[in-house]
């Protein structure tokens, strides 16, 4: 005796369709990291550094810039209490940076400070700007490019023309052109180097690891409508009709 009847073997197929279509939804709905393919611990650590680099770069540019003015500001003072083994060795490297005319210098406890007035201005609005565009969460929209050009015009002008011998500089302008100076770099190339970043790992970051871009290439699977079971009694009168329109 046959026990597969045509009733039978539709409600297997039905429910078998009802198994895989579930276990597709399953999958498509998961979350997107548990897509992704697990990685070694290199790249794992490599992964991390990049992040640590890509959240915390301009942390270092700040801390740089504020080491090198807590330097200049430090060796007049250390003079002052008589450490020259530690102002020296700081001035001396600091000449790499400086010039360190002294007459274009600024004096403090009559001891010449570790860098000239342009280049402290210079190096003290690049720390006090790269501080603001951290604490802003790096958000600062960076200036244009013309903008940055008028703001190193200054500095150009009365280098070039103190240089040639044409005119004579002051501390004053020293200071303003300095200060145009430092301000226009980081606000012009901070942002840039920001945006450049994130363009850059939206580029590399593979697709699972992007919510947003998963939906946009996932198709769904067409839904999958059950089959009515057909019983033996309407397969026979079906058959019987067919005949009888014969």
């Known amino acids: 005796m046959n026990w597969l009847t045509p009733f039978s073997l539709l409600e297997a197929e039905?429910?078998?369709?009802?198994?895989?279509?579930?276990?597709?939804?399953?999958m498509a709905t998961q979350p997107y990291h548990s897509q992704a393919p697990r990685q070694g611990g290199f790249h794992r650590i490599a992964d991390q550094m990049g992040d640590a680099m890509l959240t915390y770069w301009a942390h270092g540019v700040t801390v740089i810039l504020g080491l090198l003015v807590f330097a200049a500001i430090s060796v007049p003072f250390l003079s002052y209490f008589g450490l020259d083994a530690l102002s020296k060795p700081i001035f001396f490297t600091l000449h790499y940076v400086c010039a360190q005319i002294p007459s274009h210098s600024f004096y403090i406890f009559g001891?010449?400070?570790?860098?000239?007035?342009?280049?402290?201005?210079?190096?003290a609005s690049m720390f006090v700007g790269s501080l603001i565009f951290v604490l802003s969460k790096k958000r600062i929209p960076g200036i244009p490019w013309w903008l940055w050009g008028l703001m190193i015009l200054p500095i150009a002008f009365d280098g070039i023309t103190q240089m040639f011998g044409l005119r004579e500089s002051d501390w004053?302008?020293?200071?303003l052109t300095g200060t145009l100076f430092g301000l226009g770099n980081v606000w012009f190339a901070l942002p840039l180097m920001q945006k450049s970043l994130l363009e850059s790992a939206q580029q590399t970051i593979p697709h699972y690891y992007r919510p947003q871009s998963y939906p946009a290439t996932y198709t769904p699977a067409p839904v999958y409508q059950p089959v009515p079971a057909i019983s033996p009694i309407q397969t026979e009168q079906t058959a019987a009709k067919t005949d009888h329109a014969e």
């Open 111 to 123: 001891h010449q400070l570790g860098m000239c007035a342009r280049n402290f201005s210079i190096y």
């Open 14 to 26: 039905n429910k078998l369709l009802e198994i895989l279509l579930e276990k597709e939804l399953t």
């Open 172 to 175: 004053v302008l020293r200071l």
